[in-house]
């Protein structure tokens, strides 16, 4: 697996990944800005036949990181790719001096659920039938930074 930052030729893919899994896809003019954007990283996996497996896009704000999607093609779920690419943004957080990761997610989405809770997301609130029957959970994991001395506050 090779995971990069991602560039203009991956936007028609990411852009037919956008439609296939959000009832609200960023177009492609959107996701062409986001490339150009200080505060925005935008990863993208690949196999080793360099076909575009999944994404993650996320934006620093005020020490603190938004992840705004992470997504995997339906053909390579449960291969480890969304784990790779959050551990990727880890490392990148603690490069920009973030020190948490927090996202909204679909109470009703188990398989993005039990993703995060793997991966060390706790709940930080929700908003009560965000998505209509359902909850939006705000979730959020600390960044364990090497030189940490005490409990920072983001
Ligand atoms: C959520 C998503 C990104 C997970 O991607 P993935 O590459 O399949 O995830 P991984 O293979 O890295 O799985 C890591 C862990 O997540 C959990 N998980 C992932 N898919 C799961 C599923 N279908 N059911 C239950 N748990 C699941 C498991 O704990 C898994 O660990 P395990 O395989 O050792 O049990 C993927 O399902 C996806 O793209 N969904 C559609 C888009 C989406 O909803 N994104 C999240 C928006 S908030």
Redesign the pocket.
């Known amino acids: 697996m090779n995971i990069t930052e991602a560039t203009v030729e991956a936007i028609k893919t990411v852009a037919d990944l956008e439609s296939r ?2 009832d609200t896809p960023y177009p492609e003019e959107d996701l062409k800005l986001e490339l150009q954007r200080n505060d925005s990283l935008f990863l993208c996996s690949y196999n080793d036949s360099g076909i575009l497996t ?1 994404y993650l896009i996320a934006r620093y704000i005020l020490g603190e990181c938004e ?1 705004h ?4 093609a339906a053909d ?9 690419l959050l551990n990727n943004l880890e490392k990148i957080c603690i490069d920009h001096t973030a020190y948490s990761i927090f ?4 109470e009703k ?4 659920c ?2 995060y ?2 991966k060390g997301f706790f709940e930080l609130s929700r908003r009560k039938k965000y998505y209509g029957s359902a909850d939006a959970l705000i979730l959020r994991k600390r960044i364990a930074h090497v030189n940490d001395t005490e409990e920072r506050i983001c």
Not at 103 to 106: A, G, Q, R, S
């Open positions: 899994n959000y999944g992840i999607r992470i997504t995997v390579f779920r449960r291969t480890g790719i969304a784990e790779a996202l909204e997610v679909n989405n188990v398989p993005a039990n993703f809770h793997k």
